[in-house]
């Protein structure tokens, strides 16, 4: 069985259910993608790793890989196997070096854990077939939130950035540091989330001038 490798595109706010967002899984070699339902936390734990943001306290997923490698024990591949009435399944492949385990994971947690880990993620031609959807260079200029590829890799509904903006307009670049770091100490990661947003739309401004 051929395994395609994937590369995490994206986050963004789910258009097709309320409360939930989308994690964007994209073919390294490829224009095919495969859009999955996560929930607000779980998108939250993938989120604060890609942007190195380094909690007060260990997350689960943190504290899963503290656990592993106490015993050395590694995870070296998150493999995407099935799609099955609109349900992703994911394996975790974890060695000791000398012996091989499979274990089942959820989809979500299976993604936090591969990049905590840095460890690859495939899945079949057979899933991506099924589940995936083809990027094409039309769709490219055309495309909606949900897929495109220059959104941040966490970012929120359109709505929710406008609300943002209001909330911290008037803080200082100094301030919305220190509510960050406030934010991170309390763990309040969603409002983190939209703090470094800000930040970063700032500095992106800054550039462009």
Same mark, same amino acid.
């Given at each position: ?153 966490? &970012?929120?509904? +359109? ?5 943002? %903006?209001? /909330?911290? =307009? #008037?803080?200082?670049?100094? !301030?919305?540091? &220190?509510?960050? +770091? ?5 763990? %309040?990661? /969603?409002? =983190? #989330?939209?703090?470094?947003? !800000? ?11």
């Amino acid at each position: 069985m051929e395994k395609r490798r994937l590369e995490i595109i994206g986050i963004s706010y789910s258009q097709s259910q309320s409360g939930a967002y989308a994690l964007i899984l994209g073919e390294a070699d490829g224009k095919r993608r495969l859009p999955i339902i996560i929930g607000v936390y779980e998108a939250q734990a993938i989120a604060i790793e890609l942007e190195k943001m380094k909690p007060a306290r260990p997350l689960t997923h943190d504290l899963f890989r503290s656990f592993a490698e106490t015993f050395g024990i590694n995870l070296t591949e998150v493999f995407i196997d099935k799609f099955v009435e609109g349900v992703f399944y994911a394996k975790l492949i974890a060695s000791d070096g000398t012996k091989e385990k499979v274990i089942d994971a959820r989809t979500s947690d299976a993604v936090a854990l591969a990049i905590r880990f840095n460890c690859p993620i495939f899945t079949t031609d057979k899933v991506l077939t099924v589940a995936g959807m083809v990027k094409d260079e039309e769709d490219e200029l055309n495309e909606e939130p949900l897929d495109s590829e220059n959104e941040t890799e966490d &970012q929120i509904s +359109e709505a929710s950035r406008d609300s943002t %903006d209001a /909330e911290y =307009a #008037s803080n200082t670049f100094a !301030e919305l540091e &220190q509510l960050l +770091e406030e934010a991170i100490r309390n763990e %309040d990661y /969603e409002r =983190a #989330s939209h703090i470094r947003d !800000e930040i970063k739309k700032r500095e992106t401004n800054t550039d462009n001038q």
